[in-house]
C-alpha cells in the first residue's frame, strides 16, 4: 500500500516514514511527504497513492479543505484523517469532505497499520467512542423520531388522514368498517398526542410524512 502524508510536522511525516514498512512487514509504505495542505491533491496524483493520511488541523487552506481536494483530484484514494483531539465536529467535517477513517494523531504508529489496511479493504474506522457520540448527535428526537414509533398500518393511517380522507374514505381504503376507522383513528391521535385530526395533519407535515403537508387538501371528516 502506497502511502502519502500530508501534515505540516515534519517529524511527525518522518517517523511515520520509517516505522510503517517495518510495522507492516512491508505492506504499508511512505512514498511522499508535504508540509503544505494546498500541494495534497498533486501529491497524491504524483505518487498514485492508495491511502492519503491527512492531519486536519494544518495552516490555510486546511485539512478539510485537502481532503476534499484529493477526493476531488482521484475518487479511489482512501483519505484517513488524523487529529490531535477528538472533537466530534472536526470528524464529521472530515468524514463529509470525503474520509474514510477519523483517528487520534496521538496514537502509537503501530496502532494505525490495522486502520489503514482496514480503511484500503473498503472500510471506514472511528474510534468506539466517537462513533457513539456521532450515533447519538444523529438520533432524531422530537417530531422528527415519531414516525419510527408507529407501524406500518399506523404510518398509512396517518398519511391517510393527512391527505384529508374522511372516515368513509379511510374505511374503504382500509377495508374496514366505519366503526373500527374510529377507533384506529382515535387510537393513532392518543399515539401522537394530539387531540384533532387537524393536528395530526398537521404534525405530519411537520415530519414530511404524507402528500399534502398540513392535510390542507380536503377538509378532514
Not at 156 to 171: F, K, M, P, Q, Y
Request: no cysteine.
Amino acid at each position: 500500500m502506497d502511502v502519502v502524508v500530508i501534515d505540516d510536522h515534519p517529524l511527525f511525516s518522518r517517523g511515520l516514514g520509517l516505522l510503517l514498512p517495518g510495522l507492516s512487514g512491508g505492506r504499508v509504505r511512505v512514498v511522499g511527504t508535504t508540509e503544505d495542505a494546498s500541494a495534497a491533491a498533486a501529491l497524491v496524483r504524483r505518487h498514485h497513492a492508495d491511502v492519503a493520511v491527512v492531519d486536519l488541523h494544518m495552516p490555510p487552506p486546511g485539512g478539510t479543505r485537502a481532503i476534499a481536494a484529493v477526493r476531488r483530484a482521484d475518487p479511489l484514494v482512501r483519505v484517513v484523517a488524523l487529529s490531535g483531539l477528538g472533537e466530534a465536529d472536526a470528524a464529521l467535517e472530515a468524514l463529509r469532505a470525503g474520509a474514510a477513517a477519523f483517528l487520534p494523531k496521538t496514537a502509537d504508529p503501530e496502532m494505525l497499520v490495522r486502520p489503514l489496511l482496514a480503511v484500503l479493504d473498503g472500510w471506514s474506522v472511528v474510534p468506539e467512542a466517537l462513533l457513539r457520540r456521532l450515533l447519538a448527535d444523529a438520533r432524531p428526537t422530537g417530531d422528527q423520531g415519531i414516525a419510527e414509533r408507529l407501524t406500518a398500518d399506523e404510518r398509512r393511517l396517518w398519511r391517510l388522514i393527512a391527505d384529508g380522507a374522511s372516515t368513509v374514505e379511510i374505511a374503504t381504503t382500509l377495508h374496514v368498517s366505519e366503526r373500527t376507522t374510529k377507533r384506529l383513528v382515535a387510537h393513532l391521535l392518543r399515539r401522537l398526542d394530539v387531540a384533532t385530526r387537524v393536528e395530526a395533519a398537521a404534525l405530519a407535515g411537520r415530519v414530511g410524512l404524507g402528500r399534502d403537508a398540513g392535510g390542507a387538501g380536503r377538509p378532514a371528516g
